[in-house]
T-cell receptor, first 118, second 110 residues
Framework: DTGVSQDPRHKITKRGQNVTFRCDPI?????LYWYRQTLGQGPEFLTY????????KSRLLSDRFSAERPKGSFSTLEIQRTEQGDSAMYLC????????????????FGPGTRLTVL | RKEVEQDPGPFNVPEGATVAFNCTYS??????FFWYRQDCRKEPKLLMS???SGNEDGRFTAQLNRASQYISLLIRDSKLSDSATYLC???????????FGTGTRLQVTL
């Protein structure tokens, strides 16, 4: 399977614990995105990497959230001191730059990590 | 006001019907427009990009009205397998965040 993969697929944790999610993008995709989706809502942008550089962060990404992409390949998203409001699906997407027409890359999404904070 | 607004539905239609979804966006600088499909508890998948001239892919037709900041999706001859949530998506740059609507849920019945 050469699609975007995420691990774990499900995570249940107690409030106050730290959690870390991993995303492996499609091979050779140099752009990687994290989104969060809560029930009944569309995905909301969290952050974006081009290679190893984190180029954009949403104000949704509080101090308790940190994302890394150390070698420009896989990425991790860590949430410290989890709160019940962090319960959501965390989606990762990757893309490759379009070379013509100035069009937006197509973002391919992984299956997501469903986080439940008790 | 939300950046991308959609009627959440649900739209319940019989098989074979034609159904249309609408979406409005608030940022006039938006450059790219998409419809994504999301099945229950699955990831979003690109259905089609939306171009100013309008575009068609089989039973699906998408249109964009930049002046009114309005996007539409028409599904003809609905199939049971079309049942899903359809997400209207805009982007303001070539490599940046996607802004999603809340999605419109479609249920096609026998």
């Amino acid at each position: 399977d050469t699609g975007v993969s995420q691990d774990p697929r499900h995570k249940i944790t107690k409030r106050g614990q730290n959690v870390t999610f991993r995303c492996d993008p499609i091979s050779e995709h140099n752009r990687l995105y994290w989104y969060r989706q809560t029930l009944g809502q569309g995905p909301e942008f969290l952050t974006y990497f081009q290679n190893e550089a984190q180029l954009e962060k949403s104000r949704l990404l509080s101090d308790r959230f940190s994302a890394e992409r150390p070698k420009g390949s896989f990425s991790t998203l860590e949430i410290q001191r989890t709160e019940q409001g962090d319960s959501a699906m965390y989606l990762c997407a990757s893309s490759y730059p379009q070379t013509s027409g100035g069009r937006t890359d197509t973002q391919y999404f992984g299956p997501g990590t469903r986080l439940t904070v008790l | 006001r939300k950046e991308v607004e959609q009627d959440p539905g649900p739209f319940n239609v019989p098989e074979g019907a034609t159904v249309a979804f609408n979406c409005t966006y608030s940022n006039s600088a938006s450059q790219s427009f998409f419809w994504y499909r999301q099945d229950c508890r699955k990831e979003p998948k690109l259905l089609m990009s939306v171009y100013s001239s309008g575009n068609e892919d089989g039973r699906f037709t998408a249109q964009l009205n930049r002046a009114s900041q309005y996007i539409s999706l028409l599904i003809r001859d609905s199939k049971l397998s079309d049942s899903a949530t359809y997400l209207c998506v805009v982007n303001t740059g070539t490599a940046s965040k996607l802004t999603f609507g809340t999605g419109t849920r479609l249920q096609v019945t026998l």
